[in-house]
């Protein structure tokens, strides 16, 4: 015998975190905002060796509500999965990123989103706003920061329908970077009948401290991307609404380079010194295209000389080992513990084909 079905407009946070200090301001701004509070907050712990409990960045008002369970420090999708587990029965998920803070009347607009929901809606976005300087242009990690403002299906702040998620696994955990999970739950979502749409609650994404090799390390989602079109075809990019990036360009600035020195050392200096050309053209308008629309400072030349050579190299080389590691990847690889029934409409509504 089974107890009382959750209320239509419930829902559960649950919030996927490497204990970094943004997680109180998150929490704060979640305990703060107007309206009805969450039937339960899940905190994932996905640290490799936690040293310091996360409960004391959870606010008073939240505790009751709040529990902290260990991930597997495999990766957001992989640590959503194990938070939407200990959820309770909430027909709402709503994943949040640790570094975002949620709006003022954030608990209120999320009711109306819900609210408004038809039974196809499995899913719900919120509206991202990334601060930039007011003083002086953007850096290029401001701008690639501020490009979370317009993607779309974003799990920074995503509601997501209960039988939604289990219908279709939930989220495939072989994506182990905080890139591109979501756009593969949203096209499988898709596929399997569900709508999307856009909320009006509004959910900040401040710009955190980075390094000068951000951007290098970031060519690691090349081999996602390689995964998303063995899994959802060629054309993916077109479904998801998402930038195809500069791939192309990198691969024949990359060839250029090779073909140099190879020709170098086959004895053929001519022939090299064409191709280091190319190599040095293809270089430099990237350098350029990334100096011209920032600020220009000494520090950002330099950073953007610097790795503007070594992102062309990353790039191709996560993408050939993305050809590699996901040949002939299988169907999406799900958790769930069970299969829930595809969406059923009311009389004289009617499903999308």
């Known amino acids: 015998m089974t107890g009382p079905a959750a209320p239509a407009g419930e829902y559960a946070v649950v919030v996927p975190t490497l204990g970094r200090a943004s997680l109180a301001p998150c929490l704060r701004a979640l305990a703060e905002s107007d309206g009805p509070l969450p039937a339960r907050v899940v905190l994932v712990d996905d640290r490799r060796d936690p040293a310091v409990p996360l409960t004391a960045a959870v606010p008073p008002s939240l505790r009751s509500r709040t529990v902290v369970v260990p991930g597997r420090a495999r990766g957001p999708a992989a640590a959503r999965n194990t938070g939407l587990r200990a959820a309770g029965d909430a027909p709402w998920i709503v994943f949040l990123d640790d570094d975002v803070v949620p709006g003022p009347t954030w608990a209120d607009d ?93 959910t900040t994404h401040p710009v955190r401290p980075a390094d000068r090799m951000v951007s290098v390390r970031l060519q690691a989602g090349n081999t996602d991307d390689v ?112 299969r829930a029934p595809a969406p059923s409409a009311p009389y004289g509504e009617r499903l999308p084909t």
Do not use: K
């Not at 779309?152 to 289990?166: G, H, S």
């Not at 600035?253 to 086959?266: D, E, F, H, Q, Y």
């Not at 503007?308 to 590691?325: D, E, F, K, N």
């Open 110 to 202: 999320l009711a109306l989103d819900l609210a408004g929901a038809s039974v196809a809606t499995a899913g719900i976005t919120a509206r991202i706003e990334v601060p930039l300087p007011a003083d002086r242009a953007p850096t290029d990690w401001e701008r690639n920061v501020a490009g979370l403002a317009t993607a779309r299906w974003i799990t920074a702040d995503m509601a997501y329908r209960r039988r939604a998620l289990d219908a279709v696994g939930g989220f495939d955990e072989r994506f182990r970077r905080a890139f591109r999970e979501d756009a593969d739950l949203a096209l499988r979502m898709l596929d399997a009948g569900w709508t999307l749409a856009e909320g009006r609650r509004t």
């Open 227 to 338: 995964l998303m079109t063995r899994l959802h075809g060629r054309d993916w990019w077109q479904r998801a609404d998402a930038p195809r990036g500069r791939l192309p360009l990198h691969l024949a600035t990359v060839s250029a380079g090779v073909a140099a020195a190879v020709c170098a050392l086959a004895g053929h200096p001519r022939a090299a010194s064409v191709c280091a050309a190319g190599w040095l053209a293809g270089t430099a308008e990237f350098t350029l295209a990334r100096i011209l629309p920032g600020p220009r400072t000494r520090d950002e030349i330099v950073t953007m000389a610097l790795t503007s050579t070594l992102v062309p190299a990353a790039a191709t080389w996560h993408w050939l080992r993305g050809q590699i590691v996901h040949r002939a990847p299988s169907a999406h690889r799900h958790r769930a513990a069970h």
